[in-house]
T-cell receptor, first 113, second 115 residues
Framework: AQSVTQLDSQVPVFEEAPVELRCNYSSSVSVYLFWYVQYPNQGLQLLLKYLSGSTLVKGINGFEAEFNKSQTSFHLRKPSVHISDTAEYFCAVRNTGFQKLVFGTGTRLLVSP | KAGVTQTPRYLIKTRGQQVTLSCSPISGHRSVSWYQQTPGQGLQFLFEYFSETQRNKGNFPGRFSGRQFSNSRSEMNVSTLELGDSALYLC??????????????FGPGTRLTVL
């Protein structure tokens, strides 16, 4: 079985500052990794995904994440955040054989001016 | 291409009633998954359908059921509603090709409130 840990429930940051949202996972099999963003009263939007290949993946809205197999981490980063990035961010894993996503508990990113 | 659509967006029911939620996947997507999102339990997998067959099921009671039609549209049903069933129900669709599972794209969700 897989599990995902997002240690930070809330991350406050000032506009134009860099941010890192942490994600660690546990799995006994190969997994795919995802970051989704959820704005208030909306569904989940895919930010980026790691399936294979380069461990640094780039997504939409200037976000990127690095897959680190030895540390079983998939942290999300953005060099300069905007007010509009205020939202909840979910890290998720899925094994290669099934369509079941296992989500972390989410990190609320609060960007203030 | 239109995204995943879910109807209705909001629903209010009372305990003991049943409810049916609908999901239309992205055109060409044949896999549909359902998730429940609550403040206490977070996002949890309910089930997944592919070509009208349930392929995977999460740890939910039998009151939660679903089906998929030949056009890939899916419905989920919850019978004998309980207060704890109040949640945002999210549907996701994905494209499969040559047996490779695709990325899931989510709809806006149906907000169910049980009184």
């Amino acid at each position: 079985a897989q599990s995902v840990t997002q240690l930070d429930s809330q991350v406050p940051v000032f506009e134009e500052a860099p941010v890192e949202l942490r994600c660690n996972y546990s799995s006994s099999v190969s997994v795919y990794l995802f970051w989704y963003v959820q704005y208030p009263n909306q569904g989940l939007q895919l930010l980026l995904k790691y399936l294979s290949g380069s461990t640094l993946v780039k997504g939409i809205n200037g976000f990127e994440a690095e897959f680190n197999k030895s540390q079983t981490s998939f942290h999300l980063r953005k060099p300069s955040v905007h007010i509009s990035d205020t939202a909840e961010y979910f890290c998720a894993v899925r094994n290669t054989g099934f369509q079941k996503l296992v989500f972390g508990t989410g990190t609320r990113l609060l960007v203030s001016p | 291409k239109a995204g995943v659509t879910q109807t209705p967006r909001y629903l209010i029911k009372t305990r003991g009633q049943q409810v049916t939620l609908s999901c239309s996947p992205i055109s060409g997507h044949r896999s549909v998954s359902w998730y429940q999102q609550t403040p206490g339990q977070g996002l949890q997998f309910l089930f997944e359908y592919f070509s009208e067959t349930q392929r995977n099921k999460g740890n939910f009671p039998g009151r939660f059921s679903g089906r998929q039609f030949s056009n890939s549209r899916s419905e989920m049903n919850v019978s004998t509603l309980e207060l704890g069933d109040s949640a945002l129900y999210l549907c996701a669709s994905s494209l499969e090709s040559a047996g490779a599972l695709g990325t899931q794209y989510f709809g806006p969700g149906t907000r169910l409130t049980v009184l």
